[in-house]
C-alpha cells in the first residue's frame, strides 16, 4: 500500500530536550516536506526536498532542521523544542509531476511544556 | 504574493442536501494547480480534487467537484448529496511556479463543515 508513515503520532516533551519525528515514504517520490498545523493558521511548510542531499527552507523554518540521506526518508528535527511548537505536524510526499497530490502522513501531534 | 482565502470558518448543511465551500486565491503565476482535501477528527489529510489552471473543464470526483471560475480566481468545492461522512474541516491549497524552486502547497485556513441528520 503506497503510504507516508510518520512516527511518533502522539509526543510529549519537556522545553530543551532534542527530539526527532520520522517519516517515510515508500512511492518513490522525489520531492518531501514538512507541515505544521495551527488553528487558524492552516498548514504551513517548514521544510521541503526536491531530492536526495537536496533541501531547502519553507516558510517557518526556525528552530527546525531536516535532512535526506535517503530518497525515502526525510526527518525532522527540533534540537532545542519550546512551547511554540506545539502543534500539529505533517509530512507529505509526491512525484514532481505537473499537479501531482500530495500524500499525507497521519500527523505528529507534538505538545512542548 | 501568493494566498488562498477561505472565508467560511463554519458551515452547516442538512444530510442529502449539496453544500458549496468558497475558495478565493490569489497568484501572478499563469500555471497553478488548485487542490481540496479533507481532514476528518481524527486528523489525517485526504486529497479530493484538483484543478489546473489551464484545464478547460471543472474538475469532478464522483460527489466531488470544483467550480473553477479563473477571471474571479476563485475555486469552490461542492460536495452533492451530503452524508454524515462528510463533517470534516475542508482545506483549499494552491501550488504555483511549477518550474520554481518551491512547488510547496500554500493552504487556506480551512472551513468546518457539520453535515446533520
Known amino acids: 500500500e503506497a503510504q507516508v508513515t510518520q512516527n511518533p503520532r502522539y509526543l510529549i516533551t519537556v522545553t530543551g530536550k532534542k527530539l526527532t519525528v520520522t517519516c517515510s515514504q515508500n512511492?518513490?517520490?522525489?520531492?518531501m516536506s514538512w507541515y505544521r498545523q495551527d488553528p487558524g493558521l492552516g498548514l504551513r511548510q517548514i521544510y521541503y526536498?526536491?531530492?536526495?542531499?537536496?533541501?531547502d527552507k519553507g516558510d517557518v523554518p526556525e528552530g527546525y532542521k531536516v535532512s535526506r540521506k535517503e530518497k525515502r526518508n526525510f526527518p525532522l528535527i527540533l534540537e532545542s523544542p519550546s512551547p511554540n511548537q506545539t502543534s500539529l505536524y505533517f509530512c507529505?510526499?509526491?512525484?514532481?509531476?505537473?499537479?501531482?497530490?500530495?500524500?499525507f502522513g497521519q500527523g505528529t501531534r507534538l505538545t512542548v511544556v | 504574493a501568493q494566498k488562498i482565502t477561505q472565508t467560511q470558518p463554519g458551515m452547516f448543511v442538512q444530510e442529502k442536501e449539496a453544500v458549496t465551500l468558497d475558495c478565493t486565491y490569489d497568484?501572478?503565476?499563469?500555471?497553478?494547480?488548485l487542490f481540496w482535501y479533507k481532514q476528518p477528527s481524527s486528523g489525517e489529510m485526504i486529497f479530493l480534487i484538483y484543478?489546473?489552471?489551464?484545464?478547460?473543464q471543472n474538475a469532478t470526483e464522483g460527489r466531488y467537484s470544483l467550480n473553477f471560475q479563473k477571471a474571479r480566481k476563485s475555486a469552490n468545492l461542492v460536495i452533492s448529496a451530503s452524508q454524515l461522512g462528510d463533517s470534516a474541516m475542508y482545506f483549499c491549497?494552491?501550488?504555483?511556479?511549477?518550474?520554481?524552486?518551491?512547488?510547496?502547497?500554500?493552504f487556506g485556513t480551512g472551513t468546518l463543515l457539520a453535515v446533520q441528520p
Open positions: 507529505a510526499s509526491r512525484t514532481l509531476t505537473t499537479g501531482a497530490e500530495a500524500f
Open positions: 491549497a494552491m501550488r504555483a511556479s511549477y518550474g520554481g524552486a518551491t512547488n510547496k502547497l500554500i
Open positions: 526536498s526536491m531530492n536526495v542531499e537536496v533541501t
Open positions: 497568484t501572478s503565476d499563469p500555471s497553478y494547480g
Open positions: 484543478q489546473g489552471s489551464y484545464d478547460q
Open positions: 512511492m518513490n517520490h522525489e520531492y
